[in-house]
Every structure is written in C-alpha cells, then in structure tokens.
C-alpha cells in the first residue's frame, strides 16, 4: 500500500473517528458499564504481560469513582498501594482523542505500555494511528487532559 493511501485511509478514520458524539461523564475515570472500570480487566496485568488479564469482583476496590476489578488479592494490594502506577493515562479514555481534545470511550484490548504508563485506545484501528506518532500525541493528550479534566 503506498503511503499515499496509507494517510488517505488513516484521515478518513480519523475523520470519523472525531466526528462522532464524545463520551463525557461526571467522573475522571471511563467506565462502560456499572461502574466498572477497563472493562474488568486487571490494570496490574497490563504491566506483567503481552495480554491483559479479567479480574473479579471479589478482588474488586473503589478509587476516583469507578470500581476496578484484580485477578489476585495480591494483585488488588499492588494496585491499592500505588494507584496510579497501574491505572491508565488520561482516566482510560483514548489517548489519542485526548490528543485532538475529545473524551472517548475505549477498548481495553487496545492498549501500551510507554515509559512504564498504560494508554489505551478506541480500537485497534485507531491504536495503529496513534502508534504512528504516539510521542506527540502523548505529549498533546498531556496538554488537554487538565483542560478537559477541569471542564467536567
């Protein structure tokens, strides 16, 4: 495929990617469904291997309004003592949204892991734009997400 059409295709989802109604919620977590956050996948496991792992609620906690659901009692105490070492970039929404200024749902399965940070995404389809020039849009989604977060 030339490059050509190669950005020709990446704009047009981009496009409408962007144009479709923006996910915004009273809290600064994304949460899909009952309050649960990435879905019920464990955030520990995001940093311990190539894929990540569902957790349950019976190792379940509360943090920023959203419950987060741990594979392990041990994996729920790693999370409990440093939050924020596990949970993902820009309250889980899509980091590269973030970087064009929109809250956007995502999906947990489209995810990475930079400079030990989890960013997800909306889909796979988006993940590979944002893997094309993921360090501007990471430094982009810095610049808006206190924007945004203050606008909630």
Request: a negative charge; hydrophobic letters at 45%.
């Amino acid at each position: 495929m030339t490059m050509l059409i190669r950005r020709t295709i990446l704009g047009a989802l981009s496009a409408l990617f962007l144009s479709s109604v923006a996910f915004a919620q009273d809290k600064p977590v994304y949460f899909a469904t009952e309050g649960v956050a990435l879905a019920g996948y464990d955030p520990v496991t995001y940093f311990e291997g190539a894929t990540p792992v569902m957790g349950a609620p019976e190792n379940a906690v509360m943090w920023k309004g959203a419950k987060w659901h741990f594979s392990s009692a041990e994996n729920r105490e790693r999370f409990e003592s440093n939050p924020r070492a596990f949970a993902p970039q820009f309250g889980g929404y899509c980091s590269y949204a973030m970087a064009k200024g929109v809250l956007k749902s995502t999906d947990p399965n489209a995810w990475q892991v930079v400079d030990g940070r989890l960013y997800l995404t909306h889909s796979p389809q988006i993940e590979v734009m944002w893997r094309q020039d993921r360090a501007e849009y990471i430094e982009m989604a810095e610049e808006n997400w206190p924007v945004i977060l203050h606008q909630k």
